[in-house]
């Protein structure tokens, strides 16, 4: 495998992380995910409804995509930590996308309930994935209390307003000892470009593929789009100049005064 | 007894288990979890723990989230 994503040991082929959110069928996100070439999906845990047709479990073990239990819709480290047991007794996963968010409109992450929580299940031997703000302190708090990645986003959930800040990841990358994934806010295929190209080790998104209006097609598109930043990433971008700079050469011009 | 199960209440037989509740409600136990008021229930548990009246059993699947 060139150039894999490694998180806690374990390697991925595909540096982009698809949620599975919001996807208007079963049978669509399936499509979905398959384009996408993701080898990691995150999924949710609610009552069983014995009416809903298929099942996602099914669904992801036919396609080989390794689920990563979330703990979306808790807003204190008690219910997150409780939502995390029972992710790991379902799919018999030590690994959590961790989740507390502080309320509905902004869904943005609460930091004191979110550090609690990764305190707890980093002891209770969990590979703990952090959603998290896009704030260099919250992010090398988390690391020091071992979370085996940090995922700020780039802007709120659901929002598709890409990367908000690119300057404080930029501040997290520079010092971040863990695979820093960005994940929610991205919008469309070049604000995944983008978080590759500043450095992230892999994206997270569901809401611009489940939501779009073709989700197989912008599954495609998002995973060119994050192959390419990672390949641009590597390779190096130009500096950027005011004034331009000839890329051809003047000698040898033809005299045709 | 009576059970409340993902919110609505059953009447169960006296000790009647994690385990035979799962499979009442025709689920195969891959891909469940089990609360029983807040706690988890491990999967190899199941079998042993009698439900006692009143709790609050939760009965969780994988379902699509981002």
């Known amino acids: 495998m060139e150039d894999p994503l490694v998180i806690a040991g374990e390697q991925f082929g595909s540096r982009l992380i698809l949620g599975t959110g919001g996807a208007p069928s079963l049978d669509e996100l399936e499509r979905a995910l398959v384009a996408s070439g993701t080898e990691l999906t995150t999924v949710a845990l609610r009552r069983v409804d014995p009416r809903a047709p298929g099942s996602l479990f099914d669904v992801l073990r036919r396609a080989g995509i390794r689920p990563l239990p979330n703990t979306a819709g808790c807003y204190t480290a008690r219910d997150a930590v409780r939502t995390a047991q029972l992710g790991r007794e379902a799919l018999e996963t030590d690994w959590v996308k961790l989740e507390v968010v502080a309320d509905e409109r902004t869904l943005l992450p609460d930091p004191v309930e979110l550090l609690d929580a990764a305190e707890q299940l980093v002891e209770d031997g969990f590979v703990v994935l952090a959603y998290s703000n896009?704030?260099?302190?919250?992010?090398?708090?988390?690391?020091?209390?071992?979370?085996?990645?940090?995922?700020?986003?780039?802007?709120?959930?659901?929002?598709?307003?890409?990367?908000?800040?690119?300057?404080?990841?930029?501040?997290?990358?520079?010092?971040?000892?863990?695979?820093?994934?960005?994940?929610?806010?991205?919008?469309?295929?070049?604000?995944?470009?983008?978080?590759?190209?500043?450095?992230?080790?892999?994206?997270?998104?569901?809401?611009?593929?489940?939501?779009?209006?073709?989700?197989?097609?912008?599954?495609?598109?998002?995973?060119?789009?994050?192959?390419?930043?990672?390949?641009?990433?590597?390779?190096?971008?130009?500096p950027r100049r005011l004034y331009a700079e000839a890329s051809t050469s003047f000698e040898g011009m033809a005299d045709l005064s | 007894m009576k059970i409340t199960v993902n919110g609505d209440e059953q009447v169960l037989d006296p000790g009647t288990t994690v385990a035979v509740l799962v499979a009442s409600l025709g689920l195969e136990p891959r891909g469940i979890a089990v609360a029983v008021d807040g706690e988890v229930v491990t999967r190899r548990t199941w079998g042993e723990r009698a439900l006692v009246a009143g709790e609050q059993v939760e009965v969780l699947q994988v379902a699509q989230g981002g």
């Open chain 1, 134 to 238: 896009d704030d260099p302190i919250l992010a090398r708090r988390l690391e020091d209390l071992g979370v085996a990645a940090v995922m700020p986003l780039g802007a709120p959930i659901g929002s598709g307003m890409g990367i908000r800040n690119p300057y404080n990841l930029a501040i997290i990358l520079e010092s971040a000892g863990v695979p820093v994934v960005l994940d929610a806010g991205i919008g469309t295929a070049s604000d995944a470009a983008l978080a590759m190209e500043l450095g992230c080790d892999a994206v997270l998104l569901a809401t611009a593929v489940t939501r779009a209006r073709e989700p197989v097609l912008m599954a495609t598109a998002m995973r060119h789009a994050v192959e390419a930043g990672r390949l641009a990433r590597r390779a190096g971008r130009i």
